[in-house]
């Protein structure tokens, strides 16, 4: 069984800037897609942005040029970099990593942009 662990998020203004981590519990990290998500209150879970286990990065629009993704992979470690942050970014965000068919997600990290 894998874990998951998220952290980074907080509380910060708009146009600011947070660095959400998401560290796992396996050696074997490296070769995980790992998608990013993130949850508004009364809105569905949305999809921000994935890296696979080769580097291959996607970014869904309303975060494009403004987050970035990356990975540690000596510290079996993703990273989400936002930048100029939005009101409307505000969510929980999560982190979800897949390998061969096997799911894991890891419990939140709060992001919150105050105007």
């Known amino acids: 069984q894998v874990q998951l662990v998220e952290s980074g998020g907080g509380l910060v203004q708009h146009g600011g800037s947070l660095r959400l981590s998401c560290a796992a519990s396996?050696?074997?990290?490296?070769?995980?897609?790992v998608a990013w998500y993130r949850q508004a209150p009364g809105k569905q879970r949305e999809l921000v942005a994935t890296?696979?286990?080769?580097?291959?990065?996607n970014y869904a629009d309303s975060v494009k040029g403004r987050f970035t993704t990356d990975r540690d992979n000596a510290k079996n470690t993703v990273y989400l970099q936002m930048n100029n942050l939005k009101v409307d970014d505000t969510a929980v965000y999560y982190c979800?990593?897949?390998?061969?068919?096997?799911?894991?997600w890891g419990q939140g990290t709060q992001v919150t942009v105050s105007s």
């Open positions: 979800s990593a897949n390998w061969l068919g096997h799911i894991y």
């Open positions: 396996t050696r074997g990290f490296s070769a995980y897609n």
């Open positions: 890296i696979s286990g080769s580097g291959e990065l």
